[in-house]
């Protein structure tokens, strides 16, 4: 711990400094005011990055953790400012904080900087990129899986209609290994709304679903694609699938559907691969 002069030890549990880590399933449920719960050393890490990038859109405001992880993550510690604080606490009182058994010992609470709207977002992608769009996506497992698909595959930027769950509720965040933090995403108005104005823009857009009229392996290359993706069971809205082309990932007939999070990877993937042969040809 030398050389950290912003190290804080926290021996008691009802410590004010630590209140926002204080009971964190509860408050997961109530909410954080535009806070949030980055938890391990991979999300961490994401959250640094983030936090020092020029124009970042999260910030770190502290951290804390397990007294014995401390050293095993000086250099990430490192990448953070010295005004961010960083409190040290025993097993014990840490599970006491957190209200459970922490077994990963290293959380820190961010916030969003800026949250951008849809057309701010589609304004960016102007001359080419894949946007990733959910509608009524409300399992965080799910949430968190597709922006970490959306990550791998290079998306521009998710637009999540307003009945989607949050992707920084901290199960989401952690499954997303952090991608929530580096994707750009808006969250809210209508979903036929975000569409319109995708298709206004010069988006060809893909509504995914098992009975999607066309193969996903042939959809026609472009420079801008959209993929929508629909909440797990009931799939997009009818008014969706009449409104726009719809798309099909191949599968053994006595399987009902894919779930939605491995269904939109492999979709992405796809145009993904599209839009990199059009790049090269």
Known sequence: MAGRPNLIRIDDPQDARIA?????????????????????????RMLAAAHCAVDGAFAAEKLLLLENRVSGIESLLAAFPEDVPVYVASAPVLDQIAGFHLHRGVLALGRRRASPNAASLIEQVRQSGLIAVCCGISNHDNMGSIFRNAAAFGVSCLLLDETCCDPLYRKALRVSVGSVLSVPFARGGN??????????????IWGLSPRGEMDIRAIAQTSKLALVTGTEGEGLPPHIMQRFRTARIPQMPHLDSLNAATATGIALYEMARA??????S
């Open 275 to 280: 839009q990199s042969l059009l790049a090269g």
């Open 20 to 44: 926002e880590f204080r009971d964190i399933r509860e408050r997961d449920l109530v909410g954080r005011q535009a806070g949030f719960i980055a938890e391990g050393t991979v999300v961490l």
């Open 191 to 204: 979903a036929l709304s975000l569409l319109e104005d995708l298709d206004a823009a010069g988006f060809s």
